[in-house]
């Protein structure tokens, strides 16, 4: 396909090929579109929110994965989008919807660069992460404390919004329709990261994590891309948030909270943070773990937690990463024979 | 001084106080380890828990009540040790990424464990009967509680200054701190200090668990909105430190304690702007330690 | 750019806490000419080598470059300006390819000269870029590593491949820190050969700390001589080779040995 073979492929020969790769993912999207028919409400809601958790997985994977900085309060992003979004259509806020959701990414990505430039500069490792848990548990108190976003509560009723393209109107307001413009919304973030990270600018975020001082010495602006990186995390995460408001059509501060920051560090780190599907794969397992154990409370996290000891201390690379190792020994010894 | 001003006084010394705690163990875990544990608030979870359900929700006497508090040290510290072997260990020399997230699982691991044996509904343990009550000072009602955390906190530093600066084991601490490498061609045993090391810090979260379980009431999240306390303590008090984390944890509490009475609307703001201003200001905290990157 | 040396550094001052590293050096390189900076360990050799490439700030003194004063330059500008430098550990991305790990730097300079080639949308480095790369690659006798991840490759081809880096940018001044540290003598050889004819083509000047005499000798027109922070001699190569007091403080030393 590509005379250039890019490293990024190298690390999962699991799907080496592409058109083996894109057979996969048009089959998934097939799937998904028709699960509305397949599944019941309940059920559809679990695959939605997966798919949901996809994106903001993904999101956070940009940082840590492609650019080597770990954010430990990425849910501050997706509330933001979340909240936005939730108060915009419960309060009717004047403006068509695909408008919010551009406004909730841009929030943000905007917030991401403020973090970014007081920062970024000097806050890697460790620092950076008592930084982001503690600004997202602040944003929680500072929401518990507004009435307008339903304080402790939550912010609840929020309607499903109904989306003008000038010459026909696209109604959402029953879950199956906002499904279908979920998936598709879902789709073009990942095709939108999928570039991102592919792209020259992904190149330039991967120097950066293989080795700083090396990258500033080809004449890159390490601070900037970090900042780059964060805003386009950031802002990914806000339209994570964002397109969950309507999907669950309640927002409440356990988005906020520090625990539903680790949610996107698990996934991706179960699906394998080296690869660009990882995160992905990483949210379809961890919902049918949650989904199988709902009804013994702390098992799910037991599971979770141990698995994801596990995976750092046997298999860094995830599942992917397993998947890939799997394949080469196998076709290793193919070659043998 | 007014009544209101004493009040937030020792409100303020009480948090700062249980703050130390839980984020003494931490900062001696990181000075030696350099492993940021973020498990350490569910180990300070469990041993509330244990000292629960050792010694119930009415304890007999303060005797008693610091008894019970020790077999948590105790029983937290032979977890500490599993831990070390088990997983610790095996983190000394990795990316201090993965020693996040794995004590992140770790933490999720306990957190769930701690559900599953006990359930999530809230428990409730009350102060011992010699400290449950309240004295005046300079015309203001504090609980006896409240002192007895404080004294407590006082002692715990004072011991591990003690401990650190005036002893052979201290001296031996340091070094392994400083320079394991270093120290271990001078023929320190360096992975005993190691371990040791963490068996003392968990057991120390263990102990902070029974001496504070009567603080709030128990649910197996307790742990994590302590710990983050704990955390923004060790930050601004310089990774490492003890000194740094004591003087951090002092001055969060204080402005906690400021904040719930003089800004009740917006309780547990201020503590936040505080950290933000501090890692800004002085990213490398208080007493910048080695190995703080 | 004006007439006036290419890289020069005047009354340069640094400082580890309190202590001084380096005490107000002063050094001259023209365009065009191949300087070894020289000393035993401790001299401050590294340190004034991070100090011109802007890898640490210096406490007082001037660092001018083209003709223009970038002390207050971070590093990625020094480099988008010109200056391309290799480390004493050669640091490559161990995660790319060799061709990824020369297309990143590529992309790096034409980002920098706000070129670009081809269009935006298209995620896959240019097809000029690759074949660049690939001559860049086959030029430092590492095409057959190509498609090699950096972290699987020898220790000399690390060391090539960061050169293939530093040549990427299309440097006005190649900053080498011991081109040749911890090498075999046989590839010592021809790494300087290497850069020899780097210079030949490229007529790129050359800042190079080493310890090995013979690449020294066989590389550089002039060399400094420091110690404890301070420049002792400087002059032509033959000029400081029968300098008595450098024989005296440096190379009476068993250098081997002391190259840490």
Known sequence: MDQHSSTLMQGRPAFSSPMLKAAVLALLFILLLSAPAMLNAGLLFWVGMTMIQAVFALSWNLLFGFTGLASFGHAGFYAIGAYFTGAALRYDFPLPFLGILALAGIFGALVALAIGVVALKRLTGIFLAVLTVALTEAMAKIIGF?????EQDGLGNIPRP???????????????DYYRFLLVAVALMVAALWWVVHSRIGRSFRAVREDAERARFIGINVTRVRVLSFMISGGTAALAGALSAPWTRIVTLDQVNW???TQPILNSLLGGFTSFWGPVVGAAVYTAINYWTRTFAGLSEMLVGGILVLVILIAPTGIVGLLGKLTRRIRKNGDRT | MSSQAIFVLFNGLASGMAFFLVAAGLTWVFGILKILNLAHGAFFMLGAYIAFTVGGGWPASIWSFLGVALIAAAAIGVLGYLTDQLVLKRLRDVDYHYALIATFGLMLFCEGAAKFIWGTDYQAVMPPPEVDRAVVVGGSYISVYTLFVIGIGVSVFAALEIIMHRTWAGKIMRAVSNDP????????????????????SFALAGFAGGILVPNQALSPHVGASFVLYAFMAVVIGGLGSIRGTFLA?????????ANATFLSQYGGIAIYVVLAIFLVWKPTGLFPAQGAT | MSNGPLLQAKDLRVSYGNFEVI???????QPGEALAIIGPNGAGKTTMFKALTGEIDCRAGQVMFCGADVTAK?????TAAGMGRTFQVSRVFLDLTAIDNVIVALESRDRNRGQRKGPWWRAAPAAALISEADRLLAHLHLGHLRDEVAATISHGDKKRLELALTLALEPKILMLDEPTAGMAPADRMQISEMIRSIRRDHGVSVVMTEHDMDVIFSIADSVVVMNYGEIIAAGTVDEVRNSQIVRDVYLGKDMYHAAG
Request: hydrophobic share 55%; proline share 5%; glycine share 10%.
């Open chain 1, 146 to 150: 507004s009435p307008a976003l339903g």
């Open chain 3, 74 to 78: 971070p590093a990625h500008l020094r």
């Open chain 1, 259 to 261: 625990l539903a920051s």
């Open chain 1, 162 to 176: 109904i989306v003008g393209f000038g010459v026909f109107n696209l109604d959402l307001t029953h879950s199956n």
């Open chain 3, 23 to 29: 005490k107000g050096v002063s050094l001259a390189v």
């Open chain 2, 249 to 257: 944890c002092i001055l969060l509490g204080l402005v906690e304690s």
């Open chain 2, 181 to 200: 490498w270093m120290a271990g061609t001078l023929g320190i045993n360096v992975p005993m200090v190691l371990m040791v090391s963490v068996i003392a």
